[in-house]
C-alpha cells in the first residue's frame, strides 16, 4: 500500500477539497481501493462527517460503585470501599481512586441508572456493543454502523473509519458483512500501512498509471469514472501522505506522552490522534476489571492508568477544541453486586451498570438518573443499552430510525426501542 497526496491548487473539481489524501491498495480490506475512494469523494454532497467516538472498554465488567456511584449514604457494606473523589460540582462525587478523573467532572455525566439485567460476559458484551440481546452475534456494533453510514475510510484523508484498539467481543460487523469490520493496527493489514512505494517509482505520468493496474482508465460507458483524469492529476503531486502517522506514538510529542502515561494512556493518545485525523469510532479495550475479590487491591492496579489517562484525554481534547465533536463513552458489559461478598469483591450485576461519557457537544456536568439506596437497580427511569446507542446516533447527526438493508434482503431499523438521553441533548 502507499499513499497519495495533493498540494493545494487553485478552485475544485467535482465537489471535492483542496486537499486530499487517497489510499491507493488496501488496508485490510478490498474497499479501500483508489477507484472506490474517489467514487466515494465525488459522491459525496452532504459534507464530510467530522463527528468521533471514543468508546473506553473495562472488560470484565467494572464496579459501578467504586467508579462513579461511590454512594456514601449506603449501608455500610454497600458503598464504596475506596471512599469518593470530590468534584468541583457540588454534590457529584466518583470512586476514591479517580481523584484526577474528579477533577474533569464540568466536562462529563455520570450515568447512574444505566442497566440491561443480564450478568453474562459475553451476552452482557452483546448488549452493550451492539443495543441487542443478540443470542446469534449477528446484529452489527455501533462502530459497524457508523463505518456503514460514513464509509470504511474518511475520503479526504483515507483514516479508517472504525479502529479497534485489543479486541472487544461483539465489536465485529454482524450482518453488515466483514467489509465494515474494525480495523485492527496490531494485526497483519499493519504491515501494508508500512510498505510504501518508492516515489522514484512514480517520476512520470507513466509509471503512475502503469502501477494503478486496478483502474481502468478506457472509456467507461457507465460514467461511474468521469473525472478521473483530474483525480489522476491530484495523485501526482507527492506520493507521501501523512495519516498512517497517526498510528505511529512515537510522532507524539515526548510532553504529550508523559501526561497520558504508559499503558491505556498511550493507547488513549493514539485514539486522540486518530479522531484528529478523521477516524469516526475508535474502540479501546482495557481489562482487568472482573473484581470478584479484593477490590481495593484490584483498584490500586488498574485504576491509576485509567484515571490518568481518561484526564488527560478530556483535557486534550478540551484544549485542542476537539470536545465538542469527540464523545468518549467510559463502559463495560455490566456492574458488580451491590453488596461487598467475603472475598473484599463483588460478583456479576447486570441490573445496574457502569457508564459515564464525556464532550460530543452533550450536555456535561451532571450526574442523569438514580440509583436505589443500596445500589442495587435504578431508583429513576433506566437508560439501556438502545438509548445510548440513540444518543450516539444523535450525536454524529443520524437519523434514530435509520434502516439498513440485511443479509436476508429486508430493510432492518438499527434501533427499535431506543431514544437519546434526554438530558443529554
Not at 474517489?38 to 464496579?63: C, D, E, F, M, Y
Not at 461511590?70 to 455500610?76: G, L, Q, R, Y
Not at 461483539?170 to 466483514?178: A, M, V, Y
Amino acid at each position: 500500500m502507499f499513499t497519495i497526496y495533493s498540494k493545494n491548487r487553485s478552485g475544485d473539481c467535482a465537489g471535492n477539497t483542496r486537499r486530499d489524501f487517497l489510499k491507493v491498495g488496501a488496508i485490510g480490506s478490498s474497499l479501500l481501493t483508489l477507484p472506490n475512494l474517489l467514487r466515494a469523494q465525488s459522491a459525496n454532497k452532504g459534507g464530510v462527517n467530522k463527528k468521533s467516538v471514543i468508546w473506553i472498554w473495562l472488560a470484565g465488567g467494572p464496579t459501578h460503585v467504586e467508579t462513579f456511584d461511590p454512594k456514601m449514604t449506603a449501608p455500610t457494606e454497600y458503598r464504596s470501599i475506596t471512599g469518593e473523589a470530590k468534584t468541583p460540582i457540588a454534590g457529584i462525587s466518583m470512586g476514591g481512586t479517580f481523584p484526577k478523573m474528579a477533577t474533569c467532572m464540568d466536562k462529563m455525566a455520570l450515568i447512574r441508572s444505566f442497566a440491561h439485567g443480564n450478568s453474562s460476559h459475553g451476552t452482557g458484551t452483546r448488549w452493550v456493543m451492539t443495543g441487542y440481546d443478540d443470542r446469534q452475534n449477528m446484529k452489527p456494533s455501533i462502530g459497524s454502523i457508523a463505518a456503514r453510514q460514513f464509509g470504511t475510510t474518511h475520503p479526504l484523508t483515507g483514516i479508517p473509519t472504525y479502529v479497534r484498539m485489543n479486541n472487544i467481543n461483539s465489536d465485529g460487523p454482524g450482518w453488515l458483512g466483514t467489509g465494515y469490520s474494525p480495523f485492527n493496527p496490531n494485526g497483519p493489514a499493519v504491515k501494508n500501512m508500512a510498505s510504501i512505494v518508492p516515489e522514484e517509482r512514480f517520476s512520470n505520468r507513466r509509471d503512475l498509471l502503469n502501477s494503478l493496474d486496478t483502474i481502468n482508465r478506457t472509456a467507461d460507458n457507465s460514467g461511474k469514472l468521469e473525472g478521473m483524469d483530474v483525480f489522476e492529476q491530484q495523485a501526482f503531486d507527492l506520493v507521501h501522505g501523512t495519516s498512517r502517522d497517526a498510528f505511529n506514538i512515537s510522532k507524539a510529542d515526548p510532553k504529550e506522552r508523559a501526561r497520558y502515561g504508559k499503558g491505556l494512556g498511550e493507547t488513549l493518545l493514539t485514539a486522540r490522534r486518530l479522531c484528529e485525523a478523521g477516524c469516526a469510532f475508535v474502540t479501546v479495550s482495557y481489562g482487568g476489571w472482573d473484581m470478584h475479590g479484593g477490590i481495593v487491591k484490584g483498584l490500586k492496579g488498574r485504576a491509576q492508568q485509567m484515571d490518568q489517562g481518561i484526564a488527560a484525554l478530556i483535557n486534550d481534547l478540551e484544549e485542542r477544541g476537539m470536545l465538542d465533536d469527540t464523545l468518549v463513552v467510559i463502559t463495560g458489559e455490566f456492574g458488580r453486586t451491590p453488596k461487598i461478598n467475603a472475598k473484599g469483591g463483588r460478583d456479576h450485576w447486570g441490573r445496574l451498570c457502569t457508564l459515564a461519557l464525556a464532550g460530543g457537544g452533550l450536555k456535561m456536568g451532571q450526574v442523569v438518573g438514580e440509583s436505589s439506596e443500596k445500589i442495587e437497580v435504578p431508583a429513576t427511569k433506566p437508560i439501556t443499552p438502545q438509548d445510548l446507542m440513540a444518543t450516539i446516533f444523535h450525536m454524529y447527526g443520524m437519523d434514530p430510525r435509520l434502516q439498513f438493508v440485511n443479509n436476508q434482503g429486508r430493510p432492518v431499523f438499527l434501533i427499535e426501542n431506543g431514544t437519546p438521553i434526554a438530558e443529554l441533548i
